[in-house]
């Protein structure tokens, strides 16, 4: 009788340690699991370009967070599985862009934009001129270049006691300006600047016409030598260069100077034109 007593006694006290061990390992175990529970994905990417020319290489630069696997699709029909990948687009529109990040139990998506145009033709020259009209050409040349619907008025100022005209051929996007000893124009008065604007449809040797971006401006010409700005308007000089570009406060270029390059706008009858240039084309008239 007292063995069968002592044998009952040792079986529960094994089974009441092996359940208490058991109860413990298996909390173990679910905290080692939720501890391995992975986290979730969050997509996410950068571009070298926003706004890109057809042929331009556009960089996509990855920032995922908790992501394995990658799915690319640039909205052109092409697609890519590579983290950080390359993108040309050879036709002009605006392209969804979607990456899939994929982790060990779940993913994300996110979509961005980006605007691809067809390049300018190369038809302004930087302290030159444009196609039909150079810096210092005669107003006889000009005129027999130019020779649609015009508009003209001059400036007169009296501290350097000289004439400044304004000629703007409107529908072709085109206004010279030309310095004079009279208030007519005389046929070997020499063009001084060139003003810009839609319907241009040119561009300058970097890429940047009517209707670029500032942003894009700015990466193609470095930053501006100098600013000024008033009345909604922003100008963005680079004196060196021969080009001023300006902006209605619309993040866009909507007119663009060409000049002969120097080192500062100083004088006081070149302050004068460019008070002039920076006003909106249908306030001319009252300037």
């Known amino acids: 009788m007292l063995l069968i007593v ?7 006290n094994i089974s009441r340690f092996y359940y208490t061990n058991l109860l413990a390992l298996s909390l173990l175990v679910l905290i080692a699991g939720g501890c ?38 640039f909205g052109d029909g092409e697609a890519s599985i590579l983290e950080d990948p390359s993108h040309v687009y050879n036709s002009e529109g605006i392209y969804e862009v979607t990456l899939v990040s994929i982790g060990e139990n779940n993913s994300d998506t996110i979509t961005k934009e980006i ?24 107003w006889s040349s000009i005129q027999s270049a130019f020779n649609s619907d015009t508009t003209w008025y001059y400036v007169y100022d009296s501290v350097v006691d000289i004439y400044i005209h304004v000629v703007i051929f409107e529908s072709r996007g085109v206004g010279f300006i030309i310095p004079g000893s009279d208030s007519l124009i005389n046929s070997q008065d020499s ?5 810009i604007f839609p319907p241009y449809s040119g561009g300058t040797t970097n890429g940047i016409g009517i209707g670029s971006t500032v942003d894009r401006m700015v990466e193609a010409y470095g930053v501006p030598e100098n600013t000024v700005g008033g009345q909604g308007i922003k100008g963005y000089w680079y004196d060196s260069k021969g080009i001023d570009f300006y902006t209605y406060d619309s993040g866009f270029v909507d007119e ?32």
């Open 256 to 287: 663009i100077q060409v000049y002969s390059p120097y080192i500062t706008k100083s004088s006081s009858s070149t302050n004068l034109l460019i008070k002039s240039m920076i006003r909106k084309r249908k306030l001319w008239t009252d300037f």
């Open 6 to 12: 002592l044998n009952k006694f040792i079986t529960m």
């Open 191 to 195: 063009l001084n600047y060139i003003y």
């Open 115 to 138: 605007e691809v145009i067809l390049p300018f033709d190369v038809t302004i020259f930087e302290g030159v001129g444009i196609e039909g009209a150079h810096i210092s050409d005669s």
């Open 36 to 73: 391995n529970k992975s986290e979730p994905v969050k997509a996410g990417f950068s571009t070298s370009l926003t706004e890109a020319y057809t042929g331009d290489t556009i960089f996509f630069y990855n920032s995922s967070e908790n992501a394995t696997y990658y799915q690319w699709d």
